[in-house]
């Protein structure tokens, strides 16, 4: 079982920066893929980011390319989502999430944090 913990979000306005970041606990991510995903008010969840933790090959979706930067850190299992040139669209809860497929992650993985709530003003 994995227990996935975020932390960092916050209000920012538009064009800062903010970076999150996931804690596992239970076992390693380096079997795992991690992503992000973020819900908006009133839409679905949507796939942000993700990285194959043994390799560190890292995929983001379209809107956030550029931008977002998805890192991790082996020592303290913990990934980290830092968002630049955020803008009002960003604004969204957003959702670390593990699982032990690389195609799976990006659609429908097993594990999820709880989420963090990101707020971008203009």
């Known amino acids: 079982q994995v227990q996935l913990v975020e932390s960092g979000g916050g209000l920012v306005q538009a064009g800062g920066s903010l970076r999150l970041s996931c804690a596992a606990s239970?076992?390693?991510?380096?079997?795992?893929?991690v992503g992000w995903f973020r819900q908006a008010p009133g839409k679905e969840r949507k796939f942000v980011g993700r990285l194959i933790w043994s390799s560190g090959s890292t995929y983001y979706a379209d809107s956030v390319r550029g931008r977002f930067t998805i890192s991790r850190d082996n020592a303290k299992n913990t990934m980290y989502l830092q968002m630049n040139s955020l803008k009002p669209e960003d604004t969204a809860v957003y959702y670390c999430?593990?699982?032990?497929?690389?195609?799976?992650?990006?659609?429908?993985?097993?594990?999820w944090g709880q989420g963090t709530q990101v707020t971008v003003s203009s």
């Open positions: 999430a593990a699982d032990r497929s690389p195609v799976r992650v990006q659609i429908n993985p097993d594990y």
């Open positions: 239970g076992r390693t991510f380096s079997s795992y893929a």
